[in-house]
């Protein structure tokens, strides 16, 4: 893409923003669907566009660690440290929200989750439009996308304009987190897992003045991150080590339990290395579920384990919708 074609997408894209319409932008994690935060028309929006409940709280995408302010009431201690260490990247700090901030983003409870992206277009966009609310640019429940033709493909019946982006390089979506800080301690929840985990947060706050706890929160103080979730077009199968292939007994299941005409399934392979693994993930249900095929399989993988391939287990665990 050339400069000047940039500088013009960008310019598109905040006119854009400021007339009220959503644009798709490319983040490090996966594409965002980004309204201004002080546009309630253009919020709405994403909600009606996405069919996203209105319980699901969005997350606020700054461009520098000093804006936090323009959301938040105050960002201190063990979670500065946390924005410290990895901001710009792949962390979402819940924090206590403004009282002036449009209460849909947050869905009506009294924190924001906030994020400082790490990728040049992203931040650009901020700084032309300001802080931008931003979910991943699917439908609810469905596969992020992590190209700009992901995106063309989930909305190609949208007027939906897209800031062409490469693919994005980490491909989960970001670590959700908040922080539990008293007088005595601190305790880290993980109230969504991704590309940082435990082990990091434990080291970006080695040597804090206090103990630190992190612990993993599966309830619903993260009210979008839904059992079933991340679903390809296709049906995703999971099934257990050493049934795979699998038997005619388990592909009539399939068929039957989905009402399938055909039974092409394609196997999801996750590379060895999780951080490319990671990267593939939502490439691989977006493609494999084009051309034909009926439906997809993952075949679990008990010794993959770690922070990484936490994560990206949970995405394919929410993202089956039947186990043989
Ligand atoms: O990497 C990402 O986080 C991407 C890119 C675009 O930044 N965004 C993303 O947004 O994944 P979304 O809306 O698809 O997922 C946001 C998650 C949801 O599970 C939501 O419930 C949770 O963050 N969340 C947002 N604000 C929250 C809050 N105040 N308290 C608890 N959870 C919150
Ligand atoms: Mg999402």
């Not at 209460?103 to 994020?115: E, F, Q, S």
Request: hydrophobic letters at 40%.
């Amino acid at each position: 893409m050339s400069q000047l074609s940039l500088w013009r997408q960008l310019t598109h894209a905040a006119a854009l923003l400021q007339s009220g319409h959503p644009v798709a932008m490319p983040t490090e994690t996966v594409y965002g669907l980004a309204a201004p935060i002080d546009n309630p028309q253009a919020i709405e929006k994403i909600f009606t566009l996405k069919e996203r409940p209105f319980f699901d709280p969005l997350i606020v995408h700054v461009s520098r660690i000093e804006d936090v302010r323009l959301v938040a009431k105050d960002l201190c201690g063990a979670a500065r440290a946390l924005g410290n260490a990895f901001w710009p990247g792949p962390l979402t700090l819940v924090l206590p929200r403004r009282d002036d901030l449009n209460p849909m983003i947050c869905a009506g409870l009294d924190t924001v989750g906030v994020r400082i992206p790490n990728h040049p277009l992203a931040r650009r966009l901020i700084r032309k439009a300001g802080p931008l609310a931003a979910p991943s640019a699917n439908k609810f429940g469905k596969t992020s996308p992590t190209t700009v033709q992901h995106v063309r493909a989930e909305w190609s019946e949208a007027d939906l304009f897209a800031l062409e982006g490469a693919q994005s390089t980490i491909g989960i979506e970001s670590t959700v987190i908040r922080v539990n800080e008293s007088h005595e301690n601190v305790r880290v929840e993980i109230l969504r897992p991704g590309f940082i985990g435990e082990s990091e947060v434990l080291k970006a706050l080695d040597g804090y003045s206090k103990p630190v706890e992190v612990v993993r929160l599966e309830s619903n103080l993260s009210p979008g991150h839904t059992p079933e979730h991340y679903q390809p077009k296709i049906p995703l199968v999971f099934v257990s080590e050493g049934s795979f292939p699998l038997s005619a007994e388990q592909v009539k299941k399939v068929r039957d339990h989905f009402r399938l005409s055909g039974v092409k399934y394609a196997e999801v392979l996750l590379n060895a290395n999780p951080a490319v693994a990671a990267r593939e993930l939502y490439s691989q249900l977006h493609d494999l579920a084009t051309g034909g095929t009926d439906f997809l399989v993952v075949v679990s993988k008990p010794h993959q384990r770690g922070d990484l391939w936490d994560a990206i287990w949970d995405r394919l665990d929410r993202a089956a919708s039947l186990r043989v």
